[in-house]
């Protein structure tokens, strides 16, 4: 089975910016990569997506290896309120299962 | 817009009972999914439905069922709770299901605890 793979937590620095890198054992051609966070007990929230070149929205930059077995979540200016658990996860164009890792947990610290 | 809703967003039942969540999808969404997130297993995928047909299912018992109407909602059940079954149930529409250009939007989850 294909395994996603992040780092369990990370600090970042308010202002500074946060990098997440998630990693992919295998990924389809037509799967592409999708971003959320989840702030405590609230549902996720969508953050970007991508397949093969590198995307930018109001949110954050996702960086896409050319292998696009790897992928890094860029939130240029981090404040305290981007203090969540991040998850990236695949997503193709067929019925398949959604899978969710552990995801990252990020520390914005002031 | 309004976003997705989900009841009851709080419940207590007792080991044997069952329960019944409800999910309404953002308007023109047709596809809906529902997943159970615990401290020890994260977020699980449960099933997913789209046009009124279960498209795909995790790896759940069959006390775990849905169903999604006409008009996209969706419910799901759990017959006979166990205590295990205490988690936030999330439900998450998307304008396309299963499609890598759907992007998902989730409820704020309905808590259920098991006593």
């Known amino acids: 089975d294909a395994k996603t793979t992040q780092p369990t937590s990370m600090d970042c620095a308010e202002g500074r910016a946060a990098n997440l890198p998630c990693n992919h054992s295998t990924i389809s051609g037509n799967e592409y990569v999708y971003w959320y966070r989840q702030i405590h007990s609230q549902g996720p929230q969508y953050i970007i997506h991508g397949l093969k070149n590198n995307e930018t929205n109001e949110m954050a930059s996702l960086i896409i290896t050319e292998d696009r077995k790897s992928s890094t979540l860029i939130l240029p200016h981090a404040t305290l309120r981007d203090t969540a658990v991040y998850y990236c996860i695949r997503r193709g164009t067929s019925y398949d299962k959604v899978i969710f890792g552990p995801g990252t947990s990020l520390s914005v610290i002031p | 817009k309004a976003g997705v809703t989900q009841t009851p967003r709080y419940l207590i039942k007792t080991r044997g009972q069952q329960v019944t969540l409800s999910c309404s999808p953002i308007?023109?969404?047709?596809?809906v999914s529902w997943y159970q997130q615990t401290p020890g297993q994260g977020l699980q995928f449960l099933f997913e439905y789209f046009s009124e047909t279960q498209r795909n299912k995790g790896n759940f018992p069959g006390r775990f069922s849905g169903r999604q109407f006409s008009n996209s909602r969706s419910e799901m059940n759990v017959s006979t709770l166990e205590l295990g079954d205490s988690a936030l149930y999330l439900c998450?529409?998307?304008?396309?299901?299963?499609?890598?250009?759907?992007?998902?939007?989730f409820g704020e989850g309905s808590r259920l605890t098991v006593l």
């Open positions: 308007s023109g969404h047709r596809s």
């Open positions: 998450a529409s998307s304008l396309l299901g299963g499609a890598g250009t759907g992007e998902l939007f």
